[in-house]
């Protein structure tokens, strides 16, 4: 692992590298569906690559290899030298799971960890082996570079410290390829994308000319090569010239990788077949080989890539100067730094080397004097307090020099303009005069200009080496829309940040309300009032923007299921087809974190439990494959997610005959049973009607747990079911668990508030139209009948007994299930702010939490699950 890079790079890397893997499971399973399509292939070797290629950077070696390994599948396949079979996507999609593993370790321990992945490689190998063609055997995915025995050379390096400098540019610059190559194949027509491509290379080019890297230098070239024609839309942008251009980077990968970086010595390699690749694909796909580009358009590029010489070299020398100002100020201070020093050399060495291929004679040899008296002093241990004021003096004059070379450079490049322009004139009265004449003219110059273009080009790649010794930014980055992750602690803070503030507003209110009641301050009661509109609309407004940066598509859950579906399809040997509905629906982050597993579980179940096997589907005359719908969507200030299947269906009785054998229920309790109790049994703890235990489900310590965990996100779950029709579940969940909209209800003296997505509505009704049925309470409301509770009675409050002809009552509605709650007072809706009971009070039936008023005082949440819940548990069975 990369020592030198920061821990945040590294948790960039885990969260990009879940995007990939994200990105690639549900490409897997179209692929298995249409084995044939290309363009599917190549969405998923694209991520693939990437990922191989910011691991490789980083240092992480079992993610590089193992990706490493996935790509060269998935290029046979794309190759169609192996064919898509069951077998191979379960192999890729257990590359994936070992890859998701890795970056788990990566994200909790700071390392990949000890998971062998040699296993997998094996199987990989194998696979391979025996599903390549005959006669494809001897090809591999990836170019082949051929290490000729014996032979190698060593690279011309200033230090152990410039050798690591230009392999870390060069780790730097592959990362960068890889991504914006493969941006490049999304959008073909960004000229931004392809210059910073040519500049990848061009600059690869060019540090490994300044050190001798034979083969990286002439792979560098010709791909840059390759790349001009491609700014210069002679070549147009395609797969196969992407697929070569990574093909490009990974062999350039392998080169950084084959220096020895305590020597700097490399083997000679043969790259010829990359370098036919690039050279055949630029004559083949050569758009304007008879049209080439004009010499006057061909003298324009060549004065623009002068400016930028110069705009680099005044970068570079700029950069070195402020690095020599600062080093001989801090030598002052204490001139036994050796790292100081060696800085100067290099800064020095570089304005030497900047300045000779520059042509800057003058400014070169006047360096390099000071280059040799730095080195002749560090070498012999010289005092350099003794030298500081000479290099403060000389470092003086030679800024002067370089001023002054800059100057006669423009100068020049204004002559030359001249110069092109009047050529240009007298060319077009020539050709007026004569055509012959002007054809042998332009060709004569334009060869001419080639010449010259190619020598600019071969010295602009040498400054841009000579520039690495101290790394200076030397390109100016254009513009981009730059974007941060937000820790999701700072987002909780600043929802409660946004709590305080409308448990504030509501206190202002509260003060609004006594000076009212007052005398003789209406005025204040004015400015009061313009205070707490104008904060509520503060407030209002930084709430709406927080939610929504805390919300995420559900499709970040839903995309893992194709996958998971997939797999409990082959192990139960039941075809099933997925279908999700509504991915784009927003719920909040900490809601869609937790949100998984419950899915899990009930998908597990749809599959195992509902769907039937292929012959029964066929006995009963039903279409394979089984089908099971994942749908989300809002409903009011709630995200409803439905899991639905067109399996078996629930039997009610068998239901209630395996609660008995469980002694989950009585005998008397199964009775007085409806159908709708009865399938509702599946969420009991320990209940499971399975015949057998299987490795997807029947252990029964499923739904339980699901109708816990939702519970715990404030929110419920329900279940319908028919006979050899299907069923469905349905989980409403709050859209925040930071703030909600509540009804406050006052019960025996006592204030609490109901989640207002729990309250289908209120009413008064006259306590002479209650009803009894089997000695309990109803209501008829608008043709349906209701149960009827006291609320007071459910929460073991005293009931305040007076003879009230008119009954205030709060309609609950949990799922499909409705429920009367009779209370004292129906007071006002309100926006309140949730906040926990702690462990201590954390259990108490019926609470979900707590508020604290405009007054202060603090107010308990109901639940609206578990009082419908107390109202079954006290004998309200005909509440539907």
């Not at 070169?364 to 008296?373: P, Q």
């Not at 939702?710 to 930071?738: H, Q």
């Not at 926990?836 to 979900?848: C, F, K, M, N, R």
């Amino acid at each position: 692992m990369a020592e030198f890079l920061d821990p945040e790079v590294y948790t960039e890397f885990v969260v990009e590298g879940r995007d990939h893997l994200d990105s690639i499971e549900p490409k897997l399973l179209d692929l298995e569906k249409n084995p044939e399509d290309r363009s599917i292939l190549d969405d998923i070797f694209r991520p693939m690559h990437s990922l191989k290629g910011a691991s490789g950077f980083l240092g992480l070696e079992k993610i590089n290899t193992l990706a490493h390994k996935g790509e060269n599948i998935l290029d046979e396949l794309r190759k169609g030298k192996m064919k898509v079979t069951p077998e191979i996507m379960d192999i890729i999609l257990e590359t994936t799971d070992t890859l998701r593993l890795l970056l788990d370790n990566l994200e909790e321990q700071g390392q990949e960890g000890d998971v062998d992945i040699e296993p997998i490689l094996k199987r990989i190998e194998n696979v391979m082996q025996g599903e390549l063609c005959a006669e494809d055997k001897k090809s591999s995915s990836e170019t082949q570079i051929v290490s000729k025995e014996g032979e190698g050379y060593k690279l011309t390096i200033i230090s152990p410290e410039h050798l690591l400098d230009f392999i870390e540019e060069a780790e730097e610059i592959i990362s960068q390829l890889n991504d914006n190559i493969v941006k490049l194949e999304k959008d073909p027509k960004d000229e931004d994308l392809i210059n910073d491509i040519f500049r990848a290379f061009h600059n690869l080019k060019g540090n490994s000319g300044i050190i001798g890297y034979e083969e990286l230098n002439k792979l560098a070239h010709t791909a840059e090569t390759l790349l001009n024609k491609a700014r210069n839309k002679e070549i147009e942008i395609s797969s196969e010239l992407i697929d070569i251009l990574l093909r490009s980077v990974d062999v350039i990968s392998d080169l950084i990788g084959r220096i020895d970086r305590d020597s700097g010595w490399v083997e000679r390699v043969a790259i010829d077949e990359i370098l036919t690749s690039l050279a055949a694909y630029s004559d083949d796909k050569d758009i304007n080989r008879e049209k080439r580009i004009s010499s006057a358009s061909q003298e324009i590029e060549v004065r623009k890539d002068e400016d930028e010489d110069l705009e680099i070299y005044k970068s570079t020398v700029d950069q070195q100067f402020d690095n020599i100002v600062y080093g001989l100020d801090n030598l002052r201070k204490d001139p036994s730094k050796r790292d100081l020093v060696d800085g100067l050399y290099r800064s020095f060495l570089t304005i030497q080397n900047a300045s000779a291929y520059m042509e800057f004679k003058e400014v070169s040899d006047y360096a390099k004097g000071i280059v040799k008296l730095i080195d002749d002093a560090r070498n012999k241990n010289v005092d350099f307090s003794l030298m500081l004021d000479l290099l403060h003096q000389e470092q003086g004059i030679l800024r002067d020099i370089v001023e002054k070379n800059i100057i006669k450079y423009k100068e020049k490049s204004e002559h030359k303009d001249r110069e092109r322009e009047k050529y240009s004139k007298t060319k077009e009265q020539k050709d007026k005069e004569s055509i012959s004449t002007s054809s042998i003219a332009s060709k004569n110059e334009e060869d001419h200009n080639k010449d010259e273009l190619e020598n600019k080009e071969n010295k602009i790649k040498k400054l841009e080496n000579n520039k690495k010794e101290s790394k200076p930014i030397v390109k100016k980055k254009k513009e981009i829309i730059s974007t941060i992750r937000v820790e999701h602690t700072k987002l909780d803070q600043l929802m409660n940040l946004i709590g305080e503030l409308i448990i504030n507003r509501n206190r202002f209110a509260q003060i609004t309300k006594e000076l009212e009641e007052t005398q003789n301050v209406q005025d204040i009661v004015l400015k009061l009032n313009e205070s707490v509109d104008a904060m509520a609309r503060i407030s209002d407004a930084l709430q709406d923007t927080i939610m929504q940066v805390r919300m995420v598509p559900v499709r970040s859950v839903f995309s893992r299921f194709p996958r998971l579906i997939r797999d409990l399809s082959r192990k139960s040997k039941k075809p099933v087809e997925l279908i999700t509905e509504g991915e784009d629906t927003e719920l909040d982050k900490s809601v869609i974190e937790l949100i998984g597993d419950p899915l899990v579980h009930i998908l597990r179940n749809a599959v195992d439990h509902g769907l039937e096997t292929e012959e029964e589907r066929k006995a009963k005359g039903k279409p394979i494959p089984g089908k099971v719908w994942l749908r989300a969507s809002h409903r009011g200030n709630s995200v409803v997610i439905e899991v639905e299947d067109d399996g078996r269906g629930i039997d009610p009785e068998k239901m209630r005959r395996k609660a008995l054998e469980k002694g989950l229920i009585t005998y008397e309790e199964a009775e007085a049973m409806d159908d709708q109790q009865a399938i509702e049994l599946i969420f009991l703890p320990g209940f499971s009607t399975a015949e057998k235990v299987t490795d997807i489900s029947g252990r029964g310590v499923g739904m339980d747990v699901v109708k816990n965990n939702i519970r715990a996100l404030k929110g419920n779950v329900s279940v319908s079911s028919e006979i050899d029709k299907g069923t469905k579940l349905v989980i409403t969940l709050p859209l925040t668990l930071a703030i909600i909209d509540a009804l406050m209800i006052k019960v025996s003296g006592d204030t609490f508030a109901l989640p207002l997505d729990a309250v289908s509505e209120t009413t008064k009704i006259l306590a002479s139209s209650l009803s009894e049925i089997n000695k309990r309470k109803a209501i008829t409301l608008r043709g349906e009948v209701l149960g009827l509770v006291y609320l007071a009675d459910l929460l073991n409050l005293p009931k305040i007994e007076e003879n009230r002809e008119l009954l205030p009552v709060v309609i609950l509605q949990v799922g499909e299930r409705k429920l009367g709650l009779v209370v004292d007072v129906l007071l006002e809706r309100q926006e309140i702010v949730i906040k926990s009971l702690g462990e201590y009070l954390g259990d108490v039936q019926a609470i979900s939490g707590a508020t604290i008023m405009g007054d202060g005082n603090v107010i308990l949440i109901l639940d609206p699950n578990e009082i419908y819940q107390l109202a079954t548990q006290k004998g309200h069975s005909f509440i539907q």
